[in-house]
């Protein structure tokens, strides 16, 4: 057994940390997602041209420099909002609001795609129909589009999940203690890097096949209404 | 007299404008750093160029010995693909960097060298990951080329290996073409937290000049913006690359010199 010199609890209080920091960054890029598909698809050319804006902007620069920009460049943004009204101290962002949002800004552009293209799946007959007989438009989006959208989209969204996973190591850098962080605060005391980060990737992989088959469920349960070829 | 006015009206904007653009960031400094921004791109080239090559180097035979039906070939590179996708490229990168001198008799050997150097460490990392990625790109494409192609070949008695080099593999890298784009921008994408184990492409060389300077924001939106152009000119490269590469399979120009003039029907069956 490999000896983690009492470090193992600090790497599970990370791997929390880091479930829990996947969890909000998700449940933001959903809304995010939802939000930017429906201005995708809109009838006004400024929604669709702002929300394309964002798919592209946010797609074209590297997480990192973004997460950066977000955790470095809001507090100095706050820090000026502030000194208008004369607040004179440093202010920093938290760790996890900095990181969530970030990220969860981030896949928010990559769900945006997924809900897009659930969206255009749906046959245009089915909506005619619900408009035909007489269905206000938010009776048509919960009774018929979303029921169908939620099935496109859970394999896209499964996918998102799991880089968004694996990409909330990067919040470890702006200093949130998560998982990637824990092992090198761990590797740090314990002069072992290559165990902590063997156990680190181990736990990862663990999230990752976790999360593969909570996936496979979902998607089985989502499409139980569909005949199989 | 209303010229004038209009005049002064727009030197007035001018000042304005100019004020409020001052105001909004210190241009000076991002002029100033701008060479070695570029410097640091080409730096994030060289990381992203080598990777890829040395990526697509170990993937193809990788490729090949996933679509093998033998489990003791298909199995281990299974495994490698599956650990490398499903773990984060930043802790790999820690493992290599920081973790292998824990490696017993590693600081002995002939490695060390280069493992000591975090360019070689980040080069090894983005190699081993962009492979995994790049095995699964291929096999999907290997897996995609007709059948009746294979059997033709092999009924024309192709050897094994020359079915290999004329069928598969080009057919194979014309279907991969589009994820191997994608693969292309998520790698220099990911080149970014390259920075972190100290490597001077353009993040690091960025965060270098803001511990100096102190301008976040210039410097961060200034990489971001390079980032941008450089992302959105290599997928315009890759369409215009796509788009040359399957001309056989849009329809001829109707109008325009390459038209099918119509006093020339027998050719049509051709089709």
């Known amino acids: 057994m490999i000896d983690l010199h009492g ?5 599970l209080l990370g791997l929390s940390v880091t479930v829990q920091a996947a969890l909000c960054s998700i449940v933001l890029a959903v809304l995010l997602g939802l939000l930017a598909a429906a201005a995708k698809l809109s009838r006004w050319r400024a929604l669709r041209a702002i929300a394309e804006a964002y798919t592209v902007s946010i797609r074209g620069v590297p997480e990192y420099v973004l997460l950066l920009l977000v955790f470095f460049g809001t507090s100095r943004v706050l820090q000026t909002i502030a000194r208008q009204f004369g607040y004179d101290e440093y202010i920093e962002i938290p760790p996890f609001f900095a990181g969530v949002f970030a990220i969860g800004v981030v896949y928010g552009a990559f769900t ?6 659930a969206i255009l799946a749906v046959p245009k007959g089915q909506i005619e129909a619900a408009k035909a007989v007489g269905m206000p438009s938010f009776l048509l989006w919960r009774r018929i589009l979303m029921p169908q959208v939620i099935r496109y989209a859970v394999p896209g969204l499964g996918n998102v999940w799991l880089v968004l996973l694996k990409a909330t190591a990067l919040m470890s850098v702006v200093n949130l203690d998560e998982l990637t962080r824990k092992a090198a605060i761990s590797a740090g005391y314990t002069k072992e890097p290559f165990t902590f980060y063997m156990v680190a990737a181990a736990l990862y992989l663990c999230l990752t096949i976790g999360s593969n088959l909570g996936l496979e469920a979902l998607e089985r349960r989502s499409s139980r209404g569909v005949r199989r070829a | 007299m209303e010229t004038l006015t209009a005049i002064a009206g727009l030197s007035e904007f001018l000042m304005w404008a100019r004020d409020g653009l001052a105001g909004f960031a210190d241009w000076q400094i991002i002029v100033d750093s701008l060479p070695k921004l ?3 791109l080409v730096r994030t080239f060289q990381l992203v160029a080598i990777s890829l090559a040395l990526g697509f180097v170990v993937a193809v035979p990788l490729a090949l010995l996933r679509v093998s039906r033998n489990p003791i070939a298909w199995m281990p590179v299974y495994a490698y693909v599956y650990v490398m996708r499903g773990t984060p490229l930043l ?4 493992l290599i960097y920081y973790g292998s001198g824990q490696i017993p008799g590693i600081q002995e050997s002939v490695f060390w060298p280069f493992l000591r150097e975090p360019w070689y460490c980040a080069v090894l990392t ?9 095995t699964e790109i291929f096999r999907g494409a290997i897996l995609a080329v007709p059948h009746g192609e294979v059997e033709a070949a092999k009924s024309v008695g192709m050897s094994r290996s020359l079915l290999l080099r004329r069928i598969v593999l080009p057919r194979a890298f014309r279907y991969a073409l589009p994820a191997f784009a994608n693969e292309v921008i998520l790698t220099l994408q990911a080149s970014a937290i390259a920075s972190i184990v100290t490597i001077q492409e353009l993040t690091g060389t960025a965060e270098a000049i803001i511990s100096n300077t102190f301008a976040f924001y ?3 939106i ?8 450089v992302t959105y000119s290599l997928v315009w490269m890759f369409r215009r690359m796509e788009h040359r590469l399957s001309g056989h399979l849009r329809d001829r120009p109707t109008i325009g010199p390459l038209a099918r003039s119509p006093a020339q029907p027998a050719e049509a069956g051709l089709r």
Not at chain 1, 112 to 117: M, N, S, Y
Not at chain 2, 91 to 94: E, N
Not at chain 2, 126 to 134: D, M, R, S
Request: hydrophobic share 45%; charged share 10%; glycine share 8%.
């Open chain 2, 38 to 40: 570029f410097r640091g």
């Open chain 1, 112 to 117: 945006t795609e997924v809900f897009r293209g």
């Open chain 2, 126 to 134: 983005f190699t081993l990951n962009t492979a995994a990625y790049q």
């Open chain 2, 91 to 94: 802790v790999q990168l820690y």
């Open chain 1, 7 to 11: 470090y193992g609890w600090q790497m």
């Open chain 2, 222 to 229: 200034t990489i971001a913006l390079m980032y941008l152009t």
């Open chain 2, 218 to 220: 210039e410097l961060y």
